[in-house]
């Protein structure tokens, strides 16, 4: 079965400085993964998703991720932290048995501090 | 352009009443999905319809339930609501029958409240 685990359910960082969220999926397969943002009362957006092609992948407000089967991660990543940036941050995998259904990690809380 | 709509957005209800939230995908998606967001945690998979059938079902009991409509307009019923049903529950939609490279995209949810 497919599981997504995200290590550490609240990160701290000061404005400016790297993020870095980590994800390590389970699959017995090649996966598609995803990394979705959720803001305060409001649904996810999605902020970038691989799905095969380049193992570097670029998505939107900065935030970039590098797929790495050797280490089964998919980690989140943005070279500077900005306030607007503090939100939870959920990595997601696609069920290769049910087309459409998104198996969730638990959940990165972000903090950024002036 | 609309995004995906949900109504309502907040709710309160009793244990043992029943709820229906209701979706309206973007326009020209045919794929609805429901998740429930149990507080702290990561969403859950209910239901996917596709074309107005049942593509797929979460592990969840069967008071909960679920249909889209010929506008692929979807609504998500809870029978005999318990405590543990209090959570928020997203809509999804997506163009294709949800093949694993297609994406979501998501509601602002119904936040139900059960007492």
């Known amino acids: 079965a497919q599981s997504v685990t995200q290590l550490g359910s609240h990160v701290s960082v000061s404005e400016g400085a790297l993020v870095l969220l980590r994800c390590n999926y389970s699959?017995?397969?090649?996966?598609?993964l995803f990394w979705y943002v959720q803001y305060p009362n409001q649904g996810l957006q999605l902020l970038l998703k691989?799905?095969?092609?380049?193992?570097l992948v670029k998505g939107i407000n900065g935030f970039e991720a590098e797929f790495k089967k050797s280490e089964t991660s998919f980690h989140l990543t943005k070279p500077s932290a900005h306030m607007s940036d503090a939100a939870e941050y959920f990595c997601?995998?696609?069920?290769?048995?049910?087309?459409?259904?998104?198996?969730f990690g638990q959940g990165t809380e972000l903090s950024v501090k002036p | 352009d609309a995004g995906v709509t949900q109504s309502p957005t907040h709710l309160i209800k009793t244990r043992g009443q029943q709820v229906t939230l209701r979706c309206s995908p973007i326009?020209?998606?045919?794929?609805v999905s429901w998740y429930q967001q149990v507080l702290g945690q990561g969403p859950q998979f209910i239901f996917q319809?596709?074309?107005?059938?049942?593509?797929g079902r979460g592990n969840f009991p069967d008071r909960f339930s679920a249909r889209q409509f010929p506008n692929y307009s979807s609504e998500l019923n809870v029978n005999a609501l318990l405590l543990g049903d209090s959570a928020l529950y997203l809509c999804?939609?997506?163009?294709?029958?949800?093949?694993?490279?297609?994406?979501?995209?998501f509601g602002e949810g119904s936040r139900l409240t059960v007492l």
């Open positions: 326009s020209g998606h045919k794929s």
């Open positions: 699959s017995s397969v090649p996966p598609y």
């Open positions: 691989y799905t095969s092609a380049a193992t």
């Open positions: 997601a995998v696609s069920d290769h048995n049910q087309g459409g259904k998104l198996i």
């Open positions: 319809y596709y074309e107005k059938e049942e593509r």
């Open positions: 999804a939609s997506s163009a294709d029958s949800g093949r694993r490279s297609g994406e979501l995209f």
